[in-house]
């Protein structure tokens, strides 16, 4: 609210109301600090609040989400190739049990023709 053309009244952190001069407000505007930064960091700490922070690892899509985009990238990678792997692992565990690596399973022409 402006009272005259100079100062404003405004209310501190504890509730008092003071009056301040219009370049005072502005420097005060400046150095405010802001809860969540321009590149995504949060000054909100939890204290006293564990549960909390363990009911944020339920929601796995959202906690993936707000991870850096290097952790992000990295566990990406890390699933697609863990996936593949489990995937030939698992090929190769199938042929073997059914015999299809022996040679004697090999088709017709194949050691002759340096395939193998």
């Known amino acids: 609210q402006l009272t005259d053309s100079t100062s404003l009244k405004i209310q501190n952190s504890s509730g ?3 009056e301040v001069s219009k370049k005072k407000e502005r420097h005060r505007r400046k150095t405010l600090k802001r809860l969540v930064g321009k590149n995504g960091n949060h000054r909100l700490r939890t204290i006293g609040l564990k549960p909390m922070r363990n009911e944020k690892w339920k929601d796995a ?6 991870f850096s985009w290097g952790y992000t990238l990295f566990i990406f990678t890390s699933f697609f190739f863990l996936s593949w792997l489990f995937f030939a692992l698992f090929w190769h565990l199938i042929a073997w049990l059914h015999g299809d690596l022996y040679p004697e399973h090999l088709p017709n022409l194949q050691t002759e023709l340096g395939y193998v």
């Open 16 to 18: 008092e109301i003071e």
């Open 61 to 66: 899509f959202t906690t993936f989400l707000e």
